[in-house]
């Protein structure tokens, strides 16, 4: 509910296609608003009020910096470090205060974190115009091709396409993103928006998909009994991702897919623990429509299907009942999921499945390295940090875990190598980001070993993962080009590592909590989560004001 206020919030206030992303009149609003709130508050404890209001002016100063330095680039170039000091100062300060006045972990240090997470992600949305960093998107003023023109397309014809879906680029994609983006295109027409300018406005339902998928994933942390500190940890790592950032502003069908997915992990959770017909039919619904997003969502459909089987091999004197949801969520998952593939593989031959292949004489092509090469050589892939796609580059990005790492910092820009400020963040955040995904691989190896959690939980959580990763690593051998190495395919693998990290994380705290050994661990990981989130913040400001538009 918050993240939906939040993103209409945007969608109203701000003016992202402006030159000031916020007008001084709505700034003094939004600064009225707040007051007359914390004037009127009458219950006891104001922390969270008062909280939640200095992280919204913490925003409006990170906008309007960003804003001010921008526009005077040229001229203040020199002075870009001392600012990103200033606002290293300030960002510090305020999360040293959180930090000292949610010492005592509460589920309202969790809502702190969501409070922050979606300041930061307000922040990208409001200064990325639409057409930035994206992939595959078209133009919203042609129907021929991407993402954006699949949109238009639907908008013209008030139709699926009459043709062979695989003659224009994007077209094969299943049609639920694109319906629900075409009707909030027609609602900000009808409101008098330009159609030609309603890009802007798709951002807003990116980040509404964006910061429910973090409250999804603090409700999947609770369903796996984790602490509130483990999933701090978790969601802090997620939260301050600076792809997952970014990924807050993309208008293509991921972020959807990805939010349906972790509704159905949530819901079979739940259902596991509650049982229930509502339960069932929400999981069948939820993995159909993710399926009717991206046909990869049915890639958990493996995890899920365990639970299943074994809630009914432990409830089996009641065949016929579990028989009887098994049917129903077949019911809602089957049609809602299969429905566009079979047609299209019906109508025009469209293989399920179907990828579009860049073949060989692509910029992109890196078939020529092959097997083990693609996973440990790491010759030339770490001169720069940021992605390289040329074939006719000094060298190319081809190692595999590399690129991911690259992905999850700098997504597809190279932006970090424009100044020595943007350098030297995206050069420390970098390493930082390879340190912690390499330490989320072993605590989950600990965390399947040692966390005394229900091995049905861990062995399904396990399967969606290496699921997720190994069709990701076929995909990258399949389809050898740069583009097909991106994090964006594995974003729920990645979530639910962390989440399986922090749980594990847990275990140690609980087995060594009065120990120095412990006491020393937990400095430790709040450091590096304090580091991180910092870290995170100055790199996306300084990527901000780079971005002249």
Not at 98 to 121: C, F, N, Q
Not at 133 to 152: C, E
Not at 354 to 376: C, E
Not at 453 to 477: E, G, N, R
Request: include cysteine; charged fraction near 10%.
């Amino acid at each position: 509910m918050i993240a939906a206020v939040a993103a209409l919030a945007v969608d109203l206030l701000f003016a992202q296609d402006a030159v000031n992303k916020i007008s001084a009149g709505n700034t003094v609003l939004v600064l009225g608003i707040l007051i007359a709130a914390n004037l009127v508050a009458f219950w006891s404890d104001r922390r969270l009020l008062q909280t939640g209001s200095m992280i919204v002016v913490w925003l409006l100063a990170l906008i309007w910096s960003a804003v001010i330095v921008r526009q005077n680039y040229g001229s203040w170039s020199e002075y870009v470090g001392v600012a990103t000091i200033g606002v290293g100062v300030v960002t510090l300060v305020l999360f040293s205060f959180v930090g000292y006045k949610y010492h005592h972990m509460t589920e309202d240090s969790i809502l702190v974190l969501l409070m922050a997470a979606l300041a930061m992600r307000i922040f990208y949305v409001v200064m990325t115009q639409a057409h930035i960093y994206q992939n595959d998107i078209g133009v919203l003023w042609s129907p021929l091709g991407g993402h954006l023109g699949y949109v238009r397309y639907l908008l013209d014809n008030q139709a699926l396409p009459d043709f062979d879906p695989t003659t224009r680029h994007q077209f094969y994609q299943p049609p639920l993103h694109y319906f629900i983006t075409a009707l909030w295109v027609k609602l900000h027409t009808f409101f008098g928006v330009l159609l030609e300018a309603t890009d802007e406005n798709i951002q807003v339902l990116s980040l509404f998909y964006s910061m429910a998928s973090l409250g999804i994933l603090n409700k999947i942390g609770i369903r796996l009994k984790m602490s509130v500190r483990g999933r701090f940890a978790a969601l802090s790592v997620i939260a301050f991702l600076p792809y997952d950032i970014m990924m807050s502003a993309t208008i293509n069908n991921d972020l959807l897919m990805t939010l349906l997915v972790l509704l159905c992990i949530y819901f079979t959770l739940k259902w596991y623990q509650e049982s229930g017909l509502v339960n069932i039919l929400l999981m069948g619904i939820t993995i159909g429509c993710a399926m009717m997003t991206k046909i990869s969502g049915v890639l958990i459909a493996p995890g899920v299907a365990i639970i299943m089987l074994v809630k009914a091999w432990n409830n089996r004197q009641q065949w016929k009942r579990y028989l009887g949801q098994f049917m129903m969520f077949g019911l809602a998952a089957f049609p809602l999921g299969l429905w566009y593939p079979l047609k299209c593989l019906l109508q025009y031959g469209v293989p399920l499945g179907y990828v579009p292949n860049m073949g060989t004489d692509s910029s992109q092509y890196i078939g020529i390295y092959t097997g083990v090469r693609r996973i440990l050589d790491i010759r030339n892939q770490l001169v720069e940090l940021c992605m390289h796609w040329e074939l006719s580059d000094p060298y190319i990005d081809y190692n595999i875990p590399v690129s991911l790492v690259k992905f999850a910092v700098f997504g597809e820009g190279s932006y970090y190598l424009l100044n020595k400020t943007v350098k030297g963040l995206g050069t420390g955040i970098f390493w930082l980001t390879a340190v912690i995904m390499m330490a989320v691989v072993v605590l989950c190896v600990v965390w399947l070993i040692k966390k005394n959690l229900s091995w049905t939980y861990k062995i399904s959580i396990a399967v969606m993962v290496l699921v997720i990763m190994v069709s990701y690593v076929k995909f990258c051998y399949m389809y050898p080009h740069v583009c097909t190495m991106h994090i964006r395919y594995v974003m729920v693998a990645v979530y639910l590592s962390i989440v399986a990290a922090a749980s594990a994380l847990d275990h140690f705290r609980d087995g060594k909590r009065d120990s120095t050994a412990g006491r020393r661990g937990r400095i430790v990981v709040r450091v590096i989560i304090f580091v991180y989130a910092v870290l995170s913040v100055l790199l996306n400001w300084n990527m901000e004001i780079l971005l002249q538009s």
